[in-house]
């Protein structure tokens, strides 16, 4: 390493411990005043770790006063900046709770609902937090419809909804994958009921039949019956959805093979 070099890594490693020095040296003052201007420079700066420390110190010295809504608002964010959304949304809620009329509101009542959307999972795992992001956009999109971000919002819910839609969908999929005819036809028309316009409409839809199909030709001889007479109401239902469908072959060989149980059975 040359001299120069060597400056340079001297000068900038000084810098480095005069400011964690003068940083101390400001958190362990009694200047609420200081302590505050410094958050808001350290938060301008997205500084979120230290502009935290020095909020939280002065949290409870302006409660009540007409600061206290702006040093609550920049230490939620504050934890929304470091990436802690989950202890984020918790500080939005109270934040819009404790402050209905603050400036600081419309921005909270967002950063709430983004803050559960953020840690929202794939589509596989326990989707509780997408629930919450859900009913907490749509509270947003009521509260404020003209918002600037009331659309970003809703195309959010959109997003969602197909999470939890695909998520539904699959575990009925693996019920019928696993060979639970009778769980899979449940399963799949629960999915059809809570997500109506499903762009799995069509699979589900040809799903039910073609379980109920399996279902009742593996079935005792006194169930069969029953069972394909299901089956064949399900494929009129089937086909007057979806008479062109792609399924539509195989649609008719099980209904042909349902139609020629039920009628020897009535002979």
Not at 10 to 36: F, M, P, Q
Not at 153 to 159: D, I, T
């Amino acid at each position: 390493m040359n001299k120069f070099k060597i400056i340079a890594v001297t000068v900038i490693a000084t810098a480095l411990l005069a400011g964690c020095s003068g940083y101390e040296k400001i958190l362990k003052s009694k200047d609420n005043e200081l302590k505050y201007s410094k958050a808001l420079f350290y938060y301008n700066k997205s500084d979120f770790y230290r502009a935290s420390l020095l909020l939280e110190q002065i949290l409870p010295i302006y409660r009540g006063t007409n600061r206290a809504d702006t040093v609550n608002y920049y230490y939620a964010y504050s934890q929304y900046g470091q990436g802690d959304y989950l202890l984020a949304s918790s500080y939005f809620d109270s934040f819009r709770r404790n402050y209905p009329r603050s400036g600081f509101t419309e921005k909270a009542e967002y950063l709430y609902a983004y803050s559960f959307y953020l840690t929202s999972p794939r589509y596989e795992l326990d989707q509780d937090n997408s629930i919450l992001a859900i009913d907490a956009f749509q509270e947003f999109i009521s509260k404020y419809p003209q918002s600037s971000k009331a659309e970003d919002a809703k195309k959010l819910v959109e997003e969602l909804y197909k999470k939890l839609e695909q998520k539904e969908y699959k575990s009925a999929w693996l019920y019928y994958h696993t060979e639970n005819y009778k769980a899979a036809i449940i399963a799949l028309q629960n999915s059809l009921k809570d997500y109506p316009n499903s762009e799995y409409r069509e699979e589900q839809t040809f799903l039910i039949l073609k379980s109920a199909y399996i279902y009742a030709d593996n079935s005792v001889t006194q169930k069969q019956k029953e069972r394909f007479q299901s089956t064949v109401d399900y494929y009129y239902n089937f086909i007057a959805e979806f008479p062109n469908s792609k399924y539509l072959k195989e649609a008719q060989k099980m209904y042909e093979a349902a139609s020629k149980v039920l009628k020897s059975s009535n002979n």
